[in-house]
């Protein structure tokens, strides 16, 4: 497959933005490297942020057992049911390869607006105050001084969920 067969489109209000492609892994980058093409490296780093919740519940009279994500489940507190695994956190483990870049197009103009669907950066999507948040998959990138720049607002992008 092509490196340069991905290209596509995205398109945020009407405008269309070019998307930029995440190369993962070190096969994909040495096949770019070997045809020169325009790469961006980040680091790759895990992100323990990134968790979710769960509890198992056994229900009383017949012995089934649920996984439950929600503090509000009702099955939490019913005297139906009795809590066999008590609430803990996992920790979502995404197998991102060690290496990783971005895929630039060689006529990427100074100030061009482009959306990147694979992010390598670790950034937040959502957050849960009972617990629980999420990684960014895709976010709109500016390139800017011969780099890509993420255009991440936390207080924009990032889902803040209470109750």
Known sequence: MSLWGN???NTDFGKTHRKIITLRGNKKIEEAIKIN???IFRKVEPFSTVSGKFCIVKNKMTGV???IHDF??????SDDYEIVQDW???YRDYNFPEEAAYLIPDDIEEGEIVFVDDL??????YTHNQGGSGRLEGSKA???NNDLQILYNP???CLRAIG
């Open 7 to 9: 290209w596509k489109s």
């Open 37 to 39: 093409a325009h790469l």
């Open 65 to 67: 057992k649920f996984k």
């Open 72 to 77: 509000r489940d009702s099955k939490g507190y």
């Open 88 to 90: 803990t956190y996992q």
């Open 120 to 125: 390598i950066e670790n950034l937040l999507s």
């Open 142 to 144: 500016v390139w800017k």
């Open 155 to 157: 207080d924009r992008d």
